[in-house]
């Protein structure tokens, strides 16, 4: 079981930036597997925001293209998310999430079966 754990969320203005950090426990989930970051706003669902595959292809939700870019690193073992020109609309809790053989990056929850316990994102305008 792959154990995964973010940091990295606080508080922005609108307009700034912010990098979120996964830490992945398994290193050929990172290497080979789909990675994942959702957010959660108050009172919403569940939504994918970006996700990388192990050829380094990635997806990206339509909100957050040209602003957010997901990345990852092995020496690190870490998967991150760059976040930049911030939106009000970006609060939320942000998990990362993996899942070890798949075929392409999805956005789909049902598609990862591992998860993070979350970091709070905050973005006032």
């Known amino acids: 079981q792959v154990h995964l754990v973010e940091s990295g969320g606080g508080s922005a203005q609108a307009g700034g930036s912010l990098r979120l950090s996964c830490s992945v426990s398994?290193?050929?989930?990172?290497?080979?597997?789909?990675l994942g970051w959702f957010r959660q706003a108050p009172g919403k669902g569940r939504e994918g925001v970006a996700a990388?595959?192990?050829?380094?292809?990635?997806t990206y939700a339509d909100s957050v293209k040209g602003r957010f870019t997901i990345s990852r690193t092995y020496a690190m073992s870490t998967l991150y998310l760059k976040m930049t020109n911030l939106e009000p609309e970006d609060t939320g809790m942000y998990f990362c999430?993996?899942?070890?053989?798949?075929?392409?990056?999805?956005?789909?929850?049902?598609?990862?079966?591992?998860w993070g316990q979350g970091t709070q994102v905050t973005v006032s305008s």
């Open positions: 398994i290193y050929r989930v990172l290497s080979d597997g789909c």
């Open positions: 999430a993996a899942v070890a053989d798949c075929s392409t990056p999805s956005l789909l929850m049902a598609d990862y079966p591992s």
């Open positions: 990388m595959d192990g050829s380094s292809r990635t």
